[in-house]
């Protein structure tokens, strides 16, 4: 298994280790489920993931690396919460 990395606000990263700990998970575990596998309703395996980074790889042709980074802070931001407990980016 590859590892990612991604840079987290010290309060997102309290939400975070919030909702794995009421899940009863490890953050890593919490991250992975929200990620690949429900986002707005819509389910998505590891195999459309890397199929979704590969397409978005191909459009910008920037490094694997980087789409990688995108995808995943897009994917929590869309997954997160809504609201005062969100942070703004911008």
Avoid: W
């Avoid at 899940?23 to 929200?34: K, T």
């Avoid at 869309?78 to 980016?89: D, K, L, N, T, V």
Wanted: net charge positive; charged share 20%; with cysteine.
């Amino acid at each position: 298994m590859k590892r990612v990395h991604m840079h987290l606000a010290e309060a997102d990263l309290a939400i975070l280790d919030g909702q794995a700990s009421s899940a009863g998970i490890s953050r890593a575990e919490f991250l992975r489920n929200r990620v690949l596998n429900t986002i707005n309703g819509r389910t998505y395996s590891t195999a459309q993931y890397h199929q979704l980074v590969a397409e978005a790889q191909r459009r910008s042709n920037l490094p694997r690396a980087q789409v990688e980074q995108l995808v995943s802070f897009l994917f929590v931001q869309f997954m997160g919460p809504h609201g005062e407990e969100a942070s703004h980016c911008l």
